[in-house]
């Protein structure tokens, strides 16, 4: 699995709604998505660029086509740093209204999503996410959930970021991997660094960057972070070269996983050592580019670690996100059986 690049649409102003209306129902298009769902798509889209436009400041929304086969998705995340809502439960019911409109908005939403989730604090502003699956045979590990966000530098097309996954019977494997610099060659470097990670048959964080090296002399290299999830045992197993910024996050503490020095591809450590880390300590590991600032925290979102992991993403994304290089922010959990 290789994650998809979100779309970034501007939302500070209405005039920029039009634009933003017609890319996502593009997508959704090229995707292949039904008439029924696209016409469900197009009503959300509606629904989100009115509430920015009556009750925000504007924002931006993010869309991407996402998942493969019948666990294909369009989501789209709408961001916005207005006054927020004391009371989502009360906000959703219909007829409930912070103007003077009908107050079918969010309900509606909801309604027309496959997935839907809303994350507010008075005074920060709100995250909306409405996700729609092309089919209704879905086949989703339940156990291992990924929720990622990935967004060029602009104005480029494509990302020198990037993750991608891949599972076993025993281990869940991920990589986010960040190329020198931004644009086409930066993303070729992340591609050969996917190449080399799905042909690894190594389960040492350490000794999968080490197969990577190689293959990446012929690229512009780049920085990464390997995290290896034993299901027998367990355990966490994590390495990382350049500056990805990585958490373990608990339910009282915030651990930071240090990456060594260099670029994977270029120079890498004679010796390195992977972290090992009881999962059972940990509700989730965060992973995040030079694109996304370093000093957040988690505990500064009350409850967000009840919701699904691209809430958490989107929170992070939101406040910390720079908007002049590449950024991804990626967030990894664990559900326990």
């Known amino acids: 699995m290789v994650n998809k690049n979100y779309t970034r649409y501007e939302a500070s102003d209405r005039s920029y709604y039009a634009l933003l209306r017609k890319g996502i129902h593009k997508q959704a298009v090229q995707a292949d998505f039904s008439e029924i769902k696209i016409a469900h798509l197009d009503l959300i889209v509606a629904e989100i660029t009115s509430n920015l436009d009556k009750y925000t400041n504007g924002g931006e929304v993010l869309c991407a086509v996402q998942g493969l086969g019948n666990d294909q998705y369009m989501e789209i995340i709408a961001l916005d740093s207005g006054p927020g809502f004391n009371d989502l439960a009360l906000m959703m019911g219909d007829g409930i209204s912070s103007g003077s409109t009908l107050?079918?908005?969010?309900?509606?939403?909801k309604r027309m999503s496959d997935f839907f989730s809303i994350y507010s604090l008075k005074g920060w502003g709100t995250i909306l996410v409405s996700r729609l699956y092309k089919t209704d045979a879905r086949t989703e590990n339940r156990r291992i959930v990924v929720r990622g966000i990935v967004v060029p530098k602009p104005p480029e097309k494509v990302s020198g970021d990037g993750f991608t996954y891949k599972f076993s019977e025993r281990y869940f494997k991920l990589m986010l991997m960040d190329g020198l610099g931004h644009g086409p060659e930066a993303n070729k470097a992340v591609e050969e660094a996917f190449s080399a990670f799905k042909l690894c048959p190594l389960h040492d964080p350490a000794d999968i960057v080490r197969y990577m090296h190689p293959p990446l002399k012929k690229t512009r290299g780049g920085v990464g972070t390997v995290l290896v999830y034993d299901g027998q045992k367990d355990v966490y197993s994590i390495l990382g070269v350049g500056n990805i910024a990585s958490k373990i996050v608990g339910n009282t503490e915030c651990k930071n996983i240090m990456p060594y020095n260099g670029i994977i591809g270029h120079n890498i450590p004679n010796t390195m050592t992977?972290?090992?880390?009881?999962?059972?300590?940990?509700?989730?590991?965060?992973?995040?580019?030079?694109?996304?600032k370093t000093r957040w925290d988690i505990t500064k979102y009350p409850h967000i670690q009840r919701y699904d992991p691209i809430i958490i993403a989107a929170a992070i994304y939101k406040d910390f996100a720079r908007?002049?290089?590449?950024?991804?922010?990626?967030?990894?959990?664990?559900n326990k059986v």
Do not use: N, Q, R
């Not at 992977?274 to 965060?286: C, G, Q, R, T, W």
């Open 274 to 292: 992977s972290h090992e880390i009881p999962a059972k300590d940990y509700k989730f590991i965060v992973m995040c580019s030079d694109g996304i």
């Open 323 to 334: 908007h002049t290089d590449d950024m991804s922010v990626v967030i990894i959990k664990i």
């Open 103 to 109: 107050g079918h908005g969010l309900g509606s939403i």
